[in-house]
């Protein structure tokens, strides 16, 4: 069994070190060759060689299916969390959405973040967006912009409400999709 466990480890490693993912199917095939060298596996406890040779047999046996279960788990549970994205024709729509706050508010000079989980979109124009599940967003403060370019408005800026953890919110957001420069050679779909 440690050696599955650690056939596993060093799959999800190995996938990190990838430059893509692989399809589905391969996932699949990776999955199945897992479940088949484990059936080989338990057919060897009893069998026609030494027992020393079924043991190191075994335990390389379970590395590999280990690894092959670990590596597709993480290129499954990756691609999971790919495909939950905003379509770029949702950029820059105002979109209304229900649920909690479930990160600590970051406080900075314009405004907060947060992360937000939604739990209802409202439907825009009869149709229901595609929005991810979790959002990484910002609350800026009224006329932030403004005094941090220099132009005159009258009076102080608004200040964003105070937001605590857990706090169940209805927002209307504008959603815009991850950009930055931590992977500058990044292609854009």
Not at 121 to 135: E, T, Y
Request: glycine share 8%; charged share 15%; net charge positive.
């Amino acid at each position: 069994m440690r050696s599955a466990i650690f056939g596993f480890t060093a799959g999800i490693a190995f996938l990190q070190m990838q430059a893509q993912l692989l399809s589905f199917e391969v996932h699949m095939i990776l999955l199945a060759v897992a479940v088949l060298l484990s059936l080989v596996c338990w057919r060897l406890r009893k069998g026609g060689m030494p027992a020393a040779w079924r043991t190191v047999l075994r335990i390389v046996l379970l590395n590999i299916a280990g690894l092959c279960a670990g590596f597709a788990w993480a290129g499954l549970m990756a691609q999971y969390r790919l495909d939950d994205e905003l379509p770029a024709a949702w950029e820059g729509h105002d979109v209304t959405v229900v649920g909690t706050v479930d990160s600590l508010p970051y406080r900075f000079g314009r405004g907060v973040r947060f992360n937000f989980n939604v739990e209802k979109i409202a439907p825009q124009a009869g149709r229901m967006p595609p929005v991810p599940s979790r959002l990484a967003l910002s609350w800026y403060a009224e006329g932030a912009f403004s005094q941090a370019t220099g132009a005159a408005e009258s009076g102080a800026p608004a200040a964003v409400p105070a937001i605590r953890p857990g706090e169940r919110w209805q927002l209307t957001v504008r959603l815009k999709r991850p950009h930055g420069n931590a992977n500058p050679y990044v292609r854009a779909s």
